[in-house]
């Protein structure tokens, strides 16, 4: 399993749209159930130090999932992710937005619309995320806080680099 | 994940610089709306607070309380002109968000190693 899986990230200012493809060596159906239980999501989608702890998910057109992402010290940043459509296996529209523990939507934090796709490609899977957010500020706003969520990956890192000295 | 050591010590790097004179950060700088606008404005020519209030319904103390944020946080300079002080973008700064893009994209690729280890673990559960 030495070869290398194919990865494309792109921000396209000029769209407001982030757009992100990456191979999986699984099979599709493998692959799109763990983007769609929260079971498995639980296990990865957030980088470490940060976890994502389900609080209610309802995969189906209309319904949403509410989770938490839970930081190192225990803070938590509530996200809320509407499922506008499912395609089983093929694809699945999003909306996605912060919020807050009761799953009320806050409109001053960025939102955006996800569009993810699901191809085979040899024995592998290809996901293709698109990101689209309504203007650069809020597509700015949304890498920003990511650059919070590095620099906290990186204190961790600076702390295991302490800890062995 | 080499490139993922690069991006550790870049941002650790940053870190200590921004502790070391505790100055406030450009994500505060653009964390308000106001603010946002008030760089737009300005990205195209330096301009007096008189003038950048001019553009907003508030009040001329609001938007001199977002220029001394935005001025704390490096954003944009001062220039003294005559008996006018003259707001500038600060252009250098503002390509911190092409870096904040590089640890963004890091944070994707870590995701994605984390699904990487968990669809490995299904496969084994699976034999």
């Known amino acids: 399993m030495s070869t290398t899986l194919f990865f494309d990230f792109t921000v396209d200012k000029q769209n407001n749209i982030i757009d992100i493809k990456r191979e999986f060596a699984a099979d599709r159906s493998t692959v799109w159930d763990c983007y769609t239980k929260s079971e498995i999501l639980d296990k990865w989608w957030m980088p470490l130090p940060w976890k994502s702890r389900t609080k209610s998910m309802d995969f189906r057109e209309g319904g949403r999932w509410h989770y938490a992402a839970v930081g190192p010290n225990g803070e938590e940043h509530w996200s809320i992710t509407t499922y506008v459509k499912i395609e089983p296996q093929k694809l699945f529209l999003a909306n996605d937005a912060f919020g807050d523990s009761d799953g009320n939507i806050n409109a001053l934090m960025p939102q955006s619309k996800w569009t993810m796709n699901f191809s085979d490609r040899g024995k592998n899977t290809l996901v293709h995320g698109i990101m689209q957010f309504p203007d650069l500020a809020q597509l700015e706003q949304t890498i920003a806080m990511g650059f919070k969520e590095g620099l906290t990956m990186a204190m961790e890192n600076l702390d295991a680099i302490l800890a062995k000295r | ?127």
């Open chain 2, 1 to 127: 994940m080499r490139n993922r050591i690069v991006a550790h010590i870049f941002a650790t790097d940053w870190l200590r610089k921004k502790l070391n004179n505790m100055r406030r950060d450009i994500f505060q700088a653009i964390a308000d709306p106001t603010r946002r606008a008030i760089i737009t404005l300005i990205a195209l020519q330096a301009m007096t607070p008189n003038a950048i209030a001019e553009n907003f319904h508030t009040t001329r103390q609001a938007i001199s309380k977002h220029l001394r944020i935005l001025a704390e946080c490096e954003v944009v300079k001062q220039e003294q002109r005559g008996r006018e002080i003259y707001y500038q973008l600060e252009v250098n700064k503002l390509k911190e968000m092409d870096k904040w893009i590089e640890q963004f994209r890091k944070i994707w690729e870590t995701r994605f190693d984390q699904l990487d280890k968990v669809l490995s673990t299904i496969k084994k559960q699976k034999k």
